[in-house]
């Protein structure tokens, strides 16, 4: 089980750290992933981790302002928002794939367990 927290409103060019906490089964074994849904739009990829290498992946758009990062210890995983932008408005969704095929971590296909989502708000 999967459970997101830390959305909120932010002004424009603010910060937030979203969390996703993992129950029944550890991330460090899976390539854990962030999504996100704007209002009319469909839910699109923001930034992944993978569980072999910790090696890290994002949407072009949040390349520079975002940062995905996991801690074992707590099970759990982080994205780090600064720069954010009124198009960042969206619902969060963290996901786990059970090692995922690289050329498909952008996938939401990809993951198989999924938090409930958490609501980020940019004004302006």
């Known amino acids: 089980q999967l459970q997101a927290f830390g959305g909120g409103t932010v002004q424009a060019g603010g910060s937030l750290r979203l969390s996703c906490a993992a129950s029944?089964?550890?991330?460090?074994?899976?390539?854990m992933g962030w999504f996100r849904q704007g209002p009319g739009k469909e839910r699109e990829f923001v930034a992944a981790?993978?569980?072999?290498?910790?090696?890290?992946y994002y949407t072009d758009s949040v390349k520079g302002r975002f940062t995905i990062s996991r801690d074992n210890t707590k099970n759990t995983v982080y994205l780090q928002m600064a720069g954010l932008e009124l198009e960042d408005t969206a619902v969060y969704y963290c996901?786990?794939?059970?090692?995922?095929?690289?050329?498909?971590?952008?996938?939401?296909?990809?993951?198989?367990?999924w938090g409930q989502g958490t609501q980020v708000t940019v004004s302006s």
């Open positions: 029944g089964r550890t991330v460090s074994r899976y390539d």
């Open positions: 981790v993978r569980w072999s290498s910790g090696n890290t």
């Open positions: 996901a786990a794939a059970p090692r995922a095929i690289l050329s498909t971590i952008r996938l939401p296909s990809s993951y198989d367990s």
